[in-house]
């Protein structure tokens, strides 16, 4: 059973910064290019960027780029988004998630609440 655990978000200032993880269990996670995704309330969900599944590319949304980073370890079946000056109009659930061959998304998981306040 496919599952993507997300973790370290929080209340944080503006011009803070956060690491958020996602844990990817029940798939070949080597195999997978993996994204990052939020959802603002009352929103669409946008992609924030993705990773390659060596972790040698990445592609960054253009409100974020040169803030944030993505890594991933697949040895432990991780990715990363590495978070920096952050703004409030980057407060979100973030969501870690890959693509099956099909186009369609992986299970979603819980998400982790990131909130940044002016």
């Known amino acids: 059973q496919v599952q993507l655990v997300e973790s370290g978000g929080g209340l944080v200032q503006a011009g803070d910064s956060l690491r958020l993880s996602c844990a990817a269990v029940?798939?070949?996670?080597?195999?997978?290019?993996m994204g990052w995704v939020r959802q603002a309330s009352g929103k669409e969900r946008e992609v924030v960027g993705a990773?390659?599944?060596?972790?040698?590319?990445?592609y960054y949304e253009d409100s974020v780029k040169g803030r944030f980073t993505i890594s991933r370890d697949n040895a432990k079946n991780t990715v990363y988004l590495q978070m920096n000056s952050l703004k409030p109009e980057d407060t979100a659930v973030y969501y870690c998630?890959?693509?099956?061959?099909?186009?369609?998304?992986?299970?979603w998981g819980q998400g982790t609440q990131v909130t940044v306040s002016s």
């Open positions: 998630n890959a693509r099956y061959s099909s186009g369609s998304y992986l299970p």
């Open positions: 990773t390659i599944k060596s972790g040698s590319s990445t």
């Open positions: 029940g798939l070949p996670f080597s195999t997978y290019a």
